[in-house]
């Protein structure tokens, strides 16, 4: 697995996130992680298994605050 810290904006709005992906080489499907506007962020203990086990069968997987 590789995870690579990113950020992207829209506007004046700036976003940063973890992407955790498979250890091979891209295309791979991949899932966006949303969550409330007064939800968990990433590091948010419900997440955890999902890049626990989605990379290691293939699966992206990118968790934004």
Excluded: K, W
């Amino acid at each position: 697995m590789n995870i690579q810290e990113i950020t992207f904006s829209n506007n004046d709005v700036h976003l940063a996130g973890s992407l955790y992906t498979p250890g091979r080489s891209p295309p791979y499907p991949a899932l966006v992680v949303l969550h409330a506007a007064q939800g968990g962020t990433r590091d948010y203990p419900f997440y955890q298994h999902l890049i626990e086990h989605l990379p290691s069968q293939g699966v992206a997987v990118l968790l934004y605050n």
